[in-house]
């Protein structure tokens, strides 16, 4: 009987506080989906309020404009005059420290090696030129037409060089926007176990000269290395790959992403006569790259050409070691020297036989 009793309270209280979880389940998803209604109707209000504040002001300088130079215009207000002779010459003012920092950042990226080539040429010049003129031509419209001829001029000139500068970045174009000239720079690449160490150089190009100076790692008994180039590396494991080893040979390999995985094949390897393996030794790679065929040197030595014709866009240029997984080894110090990276259309170099 007291089992009874007691098995039946039991139950009761357990069927009564699945009862509560069950309204407090029910009543949380009520509040928490009413909240998120709450807060995407807030989100919609404020997207529609501050649309409807910029297009009131828009409009409101707009008028603002247009009523102030009439009267400056017939001589009735003296101030308005001021006020846009004031605002264009500042905007003329921008131009001119705009021109002076093309021509700084000009001085900076100033190579003597380097030979003569358009100053437009370059994507990034174009754009801070165009936008140069932009602030230019707002000035004087601000001055000659009026506030509506300046806005309209300086706000489509604007959306043209964003778009220029914005496509590209997003992956809209083929090339990313950047430097094309890299070093020469020395440093050092200190391996982890089980990863490619890299060096990136922030240029991105489709046809490119690489080079570099490579001192041979100290690595234990039974242990090797190896250092090259990944370059038209267009992401995460989305590159090729061209190295020497310590047993004297060259490697290409391409790496890419297929359905999440990733995939690695070597696509060429050959034996390297001159390559210096000694402990401290050092090794000068340079790699050509034109459209699709590559030519690698190996201590001022042509080693072999390359078929690259499995990818032939953009990409970053980077050093590498630890290329082959079993000689990224922990620890492991890689020094180089003398890394340079620019268009082989730029360095006017012939494509030659090895």
Same mark, same amino acid.
């Given at each position: ?65 247009? /009523? ?66 932009? /602030? ?14 300046g806005q309209a001029a300086f706000g489509a000139s ?51 000269? &690489? ?46 992403e297929v359905n999440s995985k990733r995939q690695f ?5 050959? &034996? ?83």
């Amino acid at each position: 009987m007291v089992n009874r009793l007691l098995t039946g309270f039991f139950s009761g209280i357990i069927s009564g506080l699945a009862s509560i979880g069950r309204f407090l389940e029910r009543f949380s998803y009520a509040l928490l989906h009413g909240l998120i209604n709450v807060l995407e109707n807030l989100g919609r209000a404020l997207r529609n309020l501050s649309r409807a504040m910029a297009n009131y002001l828009f409009d409101l300088m707009i008028a603002g404009g247009r /009523f102030s130079w009439a009267l400056g215009k017939v001589g009735l207000f003296f101030i308005p005059t001021v006020v846009f002779l004031g605002i264009g010459s500042g905007w003329i003012l921008l131009g001119i420290g705009w021109a002076l920092f093309i021509v700084a950042i000009g001085i900076a990226n100033y190579r003597p090696q380097k030979p003569s080539k358009s100053f437009v040429d370059q994507p990034l010049h174009a754009y801070l030129i165009s936008l140069f003129i932009s /602030f230019f031509l707002w000035g004087f419209l601000f001055i000659f037409a009026g506030a509506e001829a300046g806005q309209a001029a300086f706000g489509a000139s604007v959306f043209v060089v964003a778009q220029g500068i914005l496509t590209p970045l997003i992956g809209g174009g083929s090339e990313k926007l950047g430097p094309t000239y890299y070093g020469p720079s020395a440093g050092k690449l200190t391996l982890q176990a089980n990863q490619v160490a890299t060096r990136s150089s922030g240029v991105y190009l489709a046809d490119l000269e &690489v080079s570099a100076t490579f001192t041979n790692p100290q690595v234990g008994l039974g242990k090797g290395w190896d250092y090259g180039f990944c370059f038209r590396d267009t992401g995460p494991n989305a590159e090729y790959r061209v190295w020497v080893a310590y047993s004297g040979h060259w490697y290409l390999g391409f790496m890419e992403e297929v359905n999440s995985k990733r995939q690695f094949v070597c696509l060429a390897n050959g &034996v390297i006569a001159n390559l210096d393996v000694s402990n401290g030794g050092s090794n000068t790679v340079r790699l050509l790259v034109s459209d699709k065929i590559g030519f690698l040197w190996v201590n001022g030595v042509a080693v072999t050409d390359l078929d690259l014709s499995r990818k032939t866009t953009h990409g970053d240029v980077c050093l590498a070691s630890g290329i082959d997984l079993e000689n990224a080894v922990e620890g492991v110090v890689v020094t180089y020297k003398d890394f340079r990276v620019a268009p082989l259309e730029v360095l006017g170099t012939q494509k030659p036989r090895p």
